[in-house]
């Protein structure tokens, strides 16, 4: 691998979890509303849709104002959690996911994941792909972060964990495009998460495609 201290390159790929590598935005959508459900507030379904990728720390007060946040945030992520772990059975990867994974890996990049998800979750979308957190340079969650998407934090501690100089990070959302070029890094972007094209490119995405299989397809390095 090319020293980027020495000229540039990138040496390192950020990888979102939800949308990006599993299936299972719509399943935390779903997990989200069924908390708010219970204490009757109903947000439409595609404002919850389009609010999945940035951290539940911003959720709740982004959704349903800075009110609601102050008195009953923790609950809400609480039963979301309870909720989404109902759930987890029903995550599966998304096409190509693994194979993305082990191409970049073989192609000497660290690739680390940077997910706003919680530790839990992300594990256990690893295992549904056949990985471990040993397969990856780093793992970070939010619960390693001070802010979540679109703040770039999550992105700075993985490539920090990783040891790597320059990194590309690939993601679903306006969420992960926004907080990639505060890190600064350019922004890969798939579809698979429910954003069109124009929305991604029009965030800054530097290519656009519908899923990480199609990476692999192309036979896609930064």
């Known amino acids: 691998m090319p020293d980027q201290n020495a000229d540039g390159s990138i040496?390192?790929?950020?990888?979102?979890?939800?949308?990006?590598?599993?299936?299972?935005?719509y399943l935390h959508a779903l997990a989200w509303m069924r908390a708010f459900a219970a204490?009757?507030?109903?947000?439409?379904?595609?404002?919850?849709?389009?609010?999945?990728?940035?951290?539940?720390?911003?959720?709740?007060?982004?959704?349903?104002?800075?009110?609601?946040?102050?008195?009953?945030?923790?609950?809400?992520?609480?039963?979301?959690?309870?909720?989404?772990?109902?759930?987890?059975?029903?995550?599966?990867?998304?096409?190509?996911?693994?194979?993305?994974?082990?191409?970049?890996?073989?192609?000497?990049?660290?690739v680390a994941l940077a997910s706003s998800g919680k530790s839990e979750f992300t594990d256990a979308a690893l295992e549904s792909m056949g990985l471990s957190r040993?397969?990856?340079?780093?793992?970070?969650?939010?619960?390693?972060?001070?802010?979540?998407?679109?703040?770039?934090?999550?992105?700075?501690?993985?490539?920090?964990?990783?040891?790597?100089g320059k990194a590309v990070v690939v993601g679903d959302t306006v969420w992960d495009v926004a907080s990639a070029h505060r890190l600064p890094a350019e922004c890969v972007a798939v579809r698979s998460g429910g954003f069109a094209e124009g929305e991604l490119r029009d965030a800054g995405a530097v290519l656009v495609v519908e899923h990480v299989g199609e990476l692999v397809d192309r036979g896609w390095r930064p």
């Open 11 to 25: 040496d390192a790929v950020l990888l979102d979890v939800d949308g990006t590598l599993v299936d299972s935005t």
């Open 39 to 110: 204490h009757d507030l109903i947000p439409q379904w595609w404002q919850v849709h389009r609010a999945i990728g940035m951290g539940g720390d911003r959720l709740v007060g982004e959704l349903l104002g800075d009110d609601v946040e102050e008195s009953l945030g923790d609950t809400l992520r609480d039963e979301w959690e309870e909720a989404y772990r109902g759930l987890l059975p029903d995550v599966r990867p998304l096409p190509g996911a693994a194979d993305l994974v082990r191409g970049l890996l073989d192609a000497g990049y660290r």
């Open 134 to 164: 040993n397969d990856f340079a780093a793992v970070t969650t939010s619960d390693d972060a001070d802010s979540s998407k679109p703040a770039p934090d999550i992105l700075s501690v993985a490539l920090d964990e990783a040891g790597g």
